[in-house]
């Protein structure tokens, strides 16, 4: 036996044992629920059907014109690819967040925006499938699952990014009716969407004085403020919302009053899971393209992925894709299992969006000045790559979401 192995086996020994004698909780995910199965393949199959046959050919001009073709969401709707998540009863698939991801992670190797699009869509349907009343769920979960409605998430105002709890927007009850005031911002596609379930102030400051809102399309006093002019994403419209004296049925409220920040707290955990699938899809794009360019690319007589700098580069980048995909698979996995996933929904969209933007950046870095064109995907891809960093919680908020955790059984 080698010596060194020897000399180490008694602490190999007790490590294993003392491994295998941690509580059940810490594995119960086996490595075989990363296996990809049947349907997950088929569901990849299918979007990437249709992001390369319809997308494709259109999405850098349509990025350049910040187009949004709501006959797609329709069109991945017929395909059963926007209610995957939803039960069948209610229009959709009934699968997993494993299934989920799988599909958002093909279709954000063609357009980030468009499966950020999706993942909105699909917060409403989880907001409302857990939250809303019977008659709310009639009215839009199967229209949502379907694709025939585009559904919006509205939290963030100008005052209340991270500190979500000190929103401003208030909701006052008037006998059968609330009546909404304030102003909104950062809204994923609130231009296109026919719902936005929006957050408003009911009682004192504090989380537990907020409620959330059906908000539809074309109510009076609702109007659209400023878009915003963004680095990526451009065919996902991020939209300023006025809501000047809304008067909405009380019925259109979703869960009780001052339930509204558990609402949202509680699809923000689902929706780190889905942004991390996003970042998994940007990545993995980034990462083909770089490594065909460094077996075609010649210079001093050979192709540029023989020189060990760029070897090397590119297997820094594939260990770091597969490592967030196995954490993203794991808090899937714990989404499905009904276990707890706050923490590991956290870890994987800290660690995938990071990871994300290091790919993207190295991928420009291989193909050089040509990285640096539109000619390539790869600048598109690196400018997406930094919004992920950003939404869902920023990756300073995932941090302080994992310390806490971390640290509450010492407090």
Known sequence: MNSVLWFHAPVILFFCLWVYALPGPCFNV?????????????????????????????????EREERFRPEWIRALGDLGLTGIVVSEDDGGAGLGYQEYISALEELAQVSAGYAISVAVTGLAQLILSRFGSQSQKSQWIRALAEGRAIGAFSLSEAGSGSDAASLRTTATRDGDFYVLHGTKQWVTQGDSADLILVMARTGGPGPLGISTFILEKGIPGFRLGKREKKMGCQVSHTMELVLDQVRIPAENRVGAEGDGFKVAMTALDSGRITIAAVALGVARGALDVAVRHAQHREQF????????????LLADM???????????????SLRDQGAAFTQEAAMAKLFAT????????????????????QEFPVERWMREAKVLQIVEGTNQIQRLVIGKRLLEPLV
Do not use: C, W
């Not at 490595?31 to 249709?50: G, H, I």
């Not at 260990?319 to 993203?328: D, G, N, P, Y």
């Open 30 to 62: 086996s490595l075989m629920d990363f296996m990809e199965t049947d349907t997950q393949r088929q569901l990849r199959d299918l979007m990437r059907k249709f992001a390369t046959k319809t997308m494709l050919p259109q999405i850098d001009q349509d």
């Open 301 to 312: 007589g050979k192709p540029i992925g023989e020189f060990q700098g760029v070897s090397f």
């Open 318 to 332: 594939a260990v770091q894709l597969k490592a967030a995909q196995l954490l993203v698979r794991h808090a899937a």
């Open 354 to 373: 990071d990871m994300a933007m290091k790919v993207t950046t190295d991928a420009v870095q291989v193909l050089g000045g040509s990285g640096y064109t």
